[in-house]
């Protein structure tokens, strides 16, 4: 009898807030799915016991019913290897659960302990995995498999990573390698509905969440990992988040970590109501031919970042960035609160730039000891417009920015304000803007 499985979809993203003056509407992503399983013709119905996963509202996920407990004799065998004592290489048992509740959808389950793994994926849809205990990721770069990343999912939908367990990077022994592979914690290849929430990561080898993931949302997520400057051992290249699908949710999340503490990359983006510590900031980009809008970074706050507010483009690329705001953030010994820097490193294959940065705001900002202000860095061939800043309050009583950044300028490019190629208005800022010729 044929069987046939209907995936209904219902997805309303944020509804377009023309320049709304009140502060209070918020911006919102609603995804919702409803899954319906009929037989043929006999009218009969097949029952699926999914269990669902749903946090905040913005994201719904539904899991198979099988169980699947890494140190059951199903997958360790009678020599019961895998012991959870953080010595033992428990890779294989760990990736048969995944096969084992691949096959129908289930829960992949990590009891307390701490469980040495190497590389290993999800290996069907609708399968959670669960932490109770600890994974401790193998620092044996001689034995590696490869250039694996350590928990991957390609091609699969109803996903989720969930529990108050850790995942330990050791990222020491790799951050000391840069320029060799170093893998990624968690990297998602063309999924479909995800649901991170509650665990957290520490030290990292390379970027930690890598996320090609539609409807995706990450909720209560902790990264740690020593920034990379100013350290004895600095952690280079840890982003926290990077997001490369839509739409994409991350809240009450804390970053604190040694690159951007989000980097986005996608359309229907919403970060909110998040604490981010060292780091790189809240980041757009680094972008090239790429054409993203509708994104909002909200109730952030941020502690010794190297940036605050973040847009960075390359030049020589077409692309567009628009209808962004950055609002409601508080930002304490920050490096620069706020910067759009069109000359980021490496160059791009169009003759000119021809990327468009425009509408983007900056409301309701406050920044204390701060080591500069902003700079609006750019490019006289497409300059920037629509800037809005209002309610930014900085300490200090003279506008500063970064002067490194501003010498990758060519001398006809340069100015010797922070403000380069940039037009917009102005609203209560202090100290006074510095792009008094454009911006109104």
């Known amino acids: 009898k044929k069987q046939t499985c209907v995936l209904f ?28 399983l009929l037989s043929g013709a006999s009218g009969g119905s097949l029952q699926q016991d999914y269990r669902v996963i749903r946090d905040s509202g913005s ?22 290897d895998c012991k959870g004592d953080g010595k033992t290489d428990c890779t294989a048992e ?8 691949g096959k129908t959808g289930g829960r992949v389950i990590v009891p307390l302990g701490t469980f040495l793994i190497k590389a290993v994926h999800f290996n069907g849809s609708h399968t959670e995995l669960h932490l109770d205990g600890d994974l401790l990721v193998s620092n044996d770069r001689k034995h590696w498999p490869g250039e694996l990343d350590i928990i991957t999912a390609k091609g699969l939908d109803n996903l989720a990573i969930t529990g108050t367990g850790k995942i330990k990077g050791q990222g020491l022994e790799w951050w000391q390698h840069r320029d060799d592979f170093r893998p990624k914690t968690v990297y998602f290849s063309n999924v479909d509905t995800a649901i991170l929430m509650d665990f957290t990561v520490e030290n990292p080898p390379n970027h930690c969440l890598e996320l090609y993931c539609a409807s995706c949302e990450l909720s209560r997520v902790k990264v740690f990992a020593p920034p990379s400057t100013h350290v004895d051992n600095p952690s280079h290249n840890t982003d926290a988040v990077d997001v490369h699908g839509s739409p994409f949710h991350i809240h009450d999340c ?23 510590g060292t780091g790189h900031g809240a980041s757009i980009g680094s972008l090239c031919d790429v054409w993203l809008r509708n994104i909002t970074v909200r109730n952030i706050d941020f502690h ?12 020589k690329c077409a692309g567009e960035v628009t209808d962004v705001t950055y609002e409601n953030l508080r930002m304490t010994n920050v490096e620069q609160v706020v910067q759009i820097d069109m000359f980021y490193e490496g160059n791009g294959d169009q003759k000119e730039t021809t990327m468009k940065i425009h509408g983007v705001t900056f409301s309701n900002i406050t920044s204390q000891n701060q080591q500069y202000v902003g700079l609006l860095n750019c490019d006289p061939q497409s300059p920037c417009s629509d800037l809005t800043f209002k309610h930014f309050h900085a300490s200090g009583s003279k506008w500063t920015c970064h002067d490194d950044q501003i010498k990758k300028l060519s001398d006809d490019a340069r100015s010797t304000s922070c403000c380069n190629a940039a037009s917009g208005s102005a609203d209560d800022v202090v100290p006074e803007f510095p792009c008094r010729k454009g911006l109104h």
């Open 254 to 276: 804390n970053f604190t970590t040694g690159d951007d503490n989000v980097a986005m990359h996608a359309n229907d983006t919403l970060v909110e109501n998040s604490y981010f």
């Open 9 to 36: 979809v219902i997805l309303r993203k944020k509804q377009r807030l023309l320049k709304m003056r009140r502060a209070a509407v918020a911006r919102f992503l609603v995804v919702t799915i409803t899954t319906t």
């Open 94 to 101: 760990l990736q048969a659960a995944f096969d084992a509740c």
């Open 304 to 315: 010794g970042t190297t940036a605050g507010a973040r847009i960075k483009t390359h030049p």
């Open 59 to 80: 994201v719904t996920v539904r899991i198979g019913p099988a169980l699947c407990d890494i140190t059951s004799p199903q997958f360790t065998g009678e020599a019961f």
